[in-house]
């Protein structure tokens, strides 16, 4: 038995934070049914298309169930109702005041079920004076102080690769505190109404740059911190065939390895961070990134070779722990690997193909 088996989920929510987090929900056992309108999530008309949805809606959407509903039509929204009565929990990202004017805000939908684990996900919150402004993934990180920790040469900002205040600022804890409620609603038969900011939650993620500020008013900035580039024991080093390894021999029992490995152990002492990058860059660069993972082979140096995704797919360490091993069908019975997700084997049901629904196709069976 799944540790969610028998918890239902209504999901209002679209594109990347609640879906992800639902997905989860999914994946532990819970029965997830995803309101859409006539015309669908946006996500599931995005590039590339795998079937007769985009990939990107197939991997979030796997094994839940789609439901049409228009929800300013009353008729529909009494329909709505009735679910809620029978629901666990409900996920919703529109911005704060929506689901108050639809007549789903937590008070009225409480009202209907008190056990009702409510959780709203926002950009900026449910309160504040920014709670309405309209932003994206990186105008999270921006305004968190996240993007001015990464630059380029010059000193510009880089645009970020991963969509972390989606993911780990909103879908995650979403599914953290979603948890936590139903704990709560163990101990006490109350449910409760969940206010999960993406750009808060950024900040737990920057905890070294907020202790190191609070502490000794040290705040950080790129290229100088030990994790933003300042240090030559975490540090990218290019090879003579214009490939890159990723050194972090933070610890000194690492760090002596290493440098006795690249034949710089007079290093071992020097306090100036710039010479000793340097000199390190300039011994790395004289042989390939084949040669320099076969001379690490077999010793405590924390240097891994840079890859891309494509490359990284195919490690055989990933492949032979499963990472890749579950698949999904889409709604024209397309199969494809399925998206891996942080749920430890244990949670995951026995089967490893579920099908991401086309839209409305449970829409009969679930309002009838």
């Not at 911005?95 to 996900?121: E, F, H, K």
């Not at 698949?327 to 193909?353: C, I, N, R, Y």
Request: negative net charge; contains cysteine; aromatic residues 6%.
């Amino acid at each position: 038995m799944q540790p969610l088996e028998g918890i239902k989920v209504l999901d209002f929510s679209t594109l990347l934070p609640g879906p992800m987090c639902t997905l989860l929900l999914a994946e532990a056992g819970a029965d997830v049914i995803k309101i859409e309108r006539a015309s669908g999530d946006d996500m599931r008309d995005y590039s590339p298309k795998v079937g007769l949805d985009s990939v990107n809606f197939s991997l979030l959407n796997r094994g839940k169930k789609s439901v049409i509903a228009d929800l300013k039509n009353p008729e529909t929204i009494e329909k709505i109702k009735r679910l809620i009565v029978d629901a666990d929990v409900i996920v919703e990202q529109f911005r704060p005041g929506v689901m108050d004017r639809l007549g789903l805000g937590y008070q009225a939908v409480s009202r209907l079920n008190p056990g009702i684990v409510y959780c709203s996900i926002t950009g900026f919150g449910q309160s504040g004076p920014s709670a309405m402004i309209a932003a994206h993934d990186m105008n999270y990180q921006a305004r968190a102080g996240m993007v001015a920790l990464s630059a380029d040469a010059k000193g510009a900002p880089l645009v970020p690769p991963v969509l972390t205040a989606d993911l780990a600022g909103g879908a995650y804890p979403a599914v953290m505190n979603i948890l936590l409620g139903l704990r709560k609603r163990d101990l006490d038969g109350q449910g409760c109404h969940l206010d999960v900011s993406m750009a808060d939650n950024l900040f737990t993620l920057m905890y070294w740059g907020l202790g190191n500020g609070w502490a000794a008013n040290q705040w950080p900035s790129p290229g100088n911190e030990l994790v933003t580039g300042g240090s030559p024991r975490y540090q990218v080093y290019q090879t003579s065939d214009d490939k890159f390894l990723a050194a972090a021999p933070l610890e000194e029992k690492f760090w002596t390895n290493f440098l006795g490995l690249i034949g710089l152990t007079e290093l071992q002492s020097t306090q100036d961070d710039r010479l000793v990058k340097a000199r390190v860059a300039k011994v790395i660069a004289q042989r390939t990134a084949a040669e320099w993972m076969a001379i690490f082979e077999g010793h405590d140096v924390c240097v891994t070779e840079v890859v891309g995704l494509e490359q990284a797919t195919q490690d055989p360490h990933f492949i032979e722990r499963g990472v890749f091993k579950r698949t999904l069908k889409t709604s024209d019975g397309t199969e494809m690997l399925a998206l891996p997700v942080p749920l430890s084997a244990v949670f995951l049901g026995k089967e490893t193909s579920a099908v991401s629904p086309s839209l409305g196709q449970h829409t009969q069976e679930v309002l009838k």
